[in-house]
C-alpha cells in the first residue's frame, strides 16, 4: 500500500506568518490528493481536492501544489482561526490513506 | 440542507460489536459513495472502507477485513458500519463520509462522529 507521510508533525507560526506542510507519497498519485483542516474537538474539513483546487467556501490564503509524489499546503497569511490539525489524503485508489497530521499552533 | 447524520453515541464490552448508522439527506443518495473513518482518542484519521449505496458494493481496508461490514437502505438513505469482535483499541469516533460524486473521491460532506467506547 502507497503510504502518506507528513512533515513537520507540529508547527508553531506567528499570525501572518506563511506557513508550509508538506505531504509525501511512497508512490506516485498523480493529482489524487487532498487536504482536511480539522479543528479541535470538530469533524474534518475539506480545504483543497486534486492537489490544488481550492473547496468552495475556503479562504483565498490556503493554497495547494504538487503532482506524483510530493505536495504542499500553504497558507499565505496564518490567521487565529487556522490553529488546527492538518491532514493530506490520497484517492486515487483503496487504500485512501491519510498522512499522519501536522498540527498547527499559534506562536 | 444537505447532512449525514449519525448515530448516537455507544458504549460496548470487549468482544462485541457495534452497528453505526449514517443516514443521508439533501441529496440523491445513489450517486455519491460513502466512506468510513475512525479516529481514536487524540489519533489520526483512519480509513475503513466504502460502499457505492447503488449497487451495495464494499471494499474494505485489510486492517478490518473480516470484522467490519458496510450495508446500506437505499429506502432509508442510510448506510451502517458493523465492526465485531471489538476490542478497547477500537474506542474511537467513527465518521461517515462522503463522496461528492462517484467520479470525485475525496471526501466533501462528513457526519458528526459516533463515539464507540470499548470498556469492560
Known amino acids: 500500500d502507497i503510504q502518506m507521510t507528513q512533515s513537520p508533525s507540529s508547527l508553531s507560526a506567528s499570525v501572518g506568518d506563511r506557513v508550509t506542510i508538506t505531504c509525501r507519497a511512497t508512490?506516485?498519485?498523480?493529482?489524487?490528493l487532498a487536504w482536511y483542516q480539522q479543528k479541535p474537538g470538530k469533524v474534518p474539513k475539506v480545504l483543497i481536492y486534486?492537489?490544488?483546487t481550492l473547496q468552495s467556501g475556503v479562504p483565498s490564503r490556503f493554497s495547494g501544489s504538487g503532482s506524483g509524489t510530493d505536495f504542499t499546503l500553504t497558507i499565505s497569511s496564518l490567521q487565529p482561526e487556522d490553529v488546527a490539525t492538518y491532514y493530506c489524503?490520497?484517492?486515487?485508489?483503496?487504500?485512501?490513506?491519510f498522512g499522519q497530521g501536522t498540527k498547527l499552533e499559534i506562536k | 440542507q444537505v447532512q449525514l447524520v449519525q448515530s448516537g453515541a455507544e458504549v460496548k464490552k470487549p468482544g462485541a460489536s457495534v452497528k453505526v448508522s449514517c443516514k443521508a439527506s439533501g441529496y440523491t443518495f445513489t450517486r455519491c459513495y460513502m466512506h468510513w473513518v475512525r479516529q481514536a482518542p487524540g489519533q489520526g484519521l483512519e480509513w475503513m472502507g466504502i460502499i457505492n449505496p447503488s449497487s451495495g458494493s464494499t471494499t474494505y481496508a485489510q486492517k478490518f477485513q473480516g470484522r467490519v461490514t458496510m450495508s446500506r437502505d437505499t429506502s432509508t438513505s442510510t448506510v451502517y458500519m458493523e465492526l465485531s469482535s471489538l476490542r478497547s483499541e477500537d474506542t474511537a469516533v467513527y465518521y461517515c463520509?462522503?463522496?461528492?460524486?462517484?467520479?470525485?473521491?475525496?471526501?466533501?460532506?462528513w457526519g458528526r462522529g459516533t463515539l464507540v467506547t470499548v470498556s469492560s
Open positions: 463520509a462522503r463522496t461528492p460524486s462517484t467520479s470525485d473521491w475525496y471526501f466533501d460532506l
Open positions: 508512490q506516485g498519485i498523480s493529482n489524487y
Open positions: 489524503q490520497k484517492y486515487n485508489s483503496v487504500p485512501y490513506t
Open positions: 486534486a492537489a490544488s
